[in-house]
């Protein structure tokens, strides 16, 4: 069954360094999305993708690259971690059209030490 | 005004009760709306569209009013199990990308 999957499930870390957090989708969707959820914000979205090679900022982006070199897989990458982004970050696909149903993966819990 | 806004519960409610939660969206251009369900510390899970002819998914009745820039969803004959935080979720934001409100709780008790 197709799936999209996250990992990992969990990561602490300390502030200032670089991390990625993995997403790989097996739906074939063009469509794939990075967000973060915290308590009082609901779902913000951070970065999303149209599709190989492409990449776009999403409402809280600071702090915040992908990229996008296969259908599959949009990496996350935090590039010099702060406390501000200890969140539960979700990663969604969806097919070609906005507004088609997403499909969210399990979710990483991050905390930044 | 925030794009998506819902009550943020939380609901209480017996099981076999009726519960309706509404939501209110900014944008008058948006062009999809939908309900998602996400439960403790899991990922949301698309629970139905909402169409404006209003749609009806079992015991879930979803309704959208234009004029008024609100959805609804009706749940009927609460169980246990409907327990959850419900998202109300509008296409057509500025960013032409999904916007989710911050959800509303909903606790059945036995």
């Known amino acids: 069954d197709a799936e999209i999957t996250q990992s990992p499930r969990h990561k602490i870390t300390e502030t200032g360094r670089q991390v990625t957090l993995a997403c790989h989708q097996t739906?074939?969707?063009?469509?794939m999305f990075w967000y973060r959820q915290d308590l009082g914000h609901g779902l913000r979205l951070i970065h999303y993708s149209y599709g190989v090679q492409d990449t776009n900022k999403g409402e809280v982006s600071d702090g915040y690259s992908v990229s996008r070199s296969n259908t599959e897989d949009l990496p996350l990458t935090l590039e010099s971690a702060a406390s501000s982004q200890t969140s539960v970050y979700f990663c969604?696909?969806?097919?070609?059209?906005?507004?088609?149903?997403?499909?969210f993966g399990p979710g990483t819990r991050l905390t930044v030490l | 005004r925030k794009e998506v806004e819902q009550d943020p519960g939380p609901f209480n409610v017996p099981e076999g009760a009726t519960v309706a939660f509404n939501c209110t969206y900014s944008?008058?251009?948006?062009?999809?709306f939908f309900w998602y369900r996400q439960d403790c510390r899991k990922e949301p899970k698309l629970l139905m569209s909402v169409y404006s002819s209003g749609n009806e998914d079992g015991r879930f009745t979803a309704q959208l009013n234009r004029a008024s820039q609100y959805i609804s969803l009706l749940i009927r004959d609460s169980k246990l199990s409907d327990s959850a935080t419900y998202l109300c979720v509008v296409y057509g934001g500025s960013q032409g990308n999904l916007i989710f409100g911050k959800g509303t709780k909903l606790s059945v008790k036995p």
């Open positions: 739906w074939n969707h063009n469509n």
């Open positions: 969604a696909s969806s097919e070609l059209g906005s507004a088609n149903e997403q499909f």
């Open positions: 944008n008058s251009a948006s062009q999809s």
